[in-house]
Nanobody
Framework: QVQLVESGGGLVQAGGSLRLSCAAT????????MGWFRQAPGKEREFVAA???????AYADSVKGRFTISRDNAKNTVYLQMNSLKPEDTAVYYC????????????????WGQGTQVTVSS
């Protein structure tokens, strides 16, 4: 069983940066694929970024070049560095984990965090 706890959300002006963190409990974190999704009010949840157990990465087109996902297996933590934020990035951001180490928008992730709010003002 894995528990995921996100942190680092908040209010930022357009053009600013935030770094989200997701701390995972449980064993064998280094074998998990990790991802970030987001859901804006009135919209469906959408894929943002993911990193496999081998540290291969995948990004949504809307965040490529602005967001960077990374992981620190020693700390059981995955990060999402968000730069050049836009008002349309406003959403609740969720951390996810896949026990088979996969990463990508179509993976059926096994575990989800509670989410952290990111608000970008114009």
């Amino acid at each position: 069983q894995v528990q995921l706890v996100e942190s680092g959300g908040g209010l930022v002006q357009a053009g600013g940066s935030l770094r989200l963190s997701c701390a995972a409990t449980g064993r064998n974190f280094n074998k998990y694929g990790m991802g970030w999704f987001r859901q804006a009010p009135g919209k469906e949840r959408e894929f943002v970024a993911a990193i496999s157990w081998r540290s291969s990465t995948a990004y949504a087109d809307s965040v490529k070049g602005r967001f960077t996902i990374s992981r620190d297996n020693a700390k059981n933590t995955v990060y999402l560095q968000m730069n050049s934020l836009k008002p349309e990035d406003t959403a609740v951001y969720y951390c996810t984990a896949d026990e088979y180490g996969r990463a990508g928008p179509y993976v059926q992730y096994d575990y989800w965090g509670q989410g952290t709010q990111v608000t970008v003002s114009s």
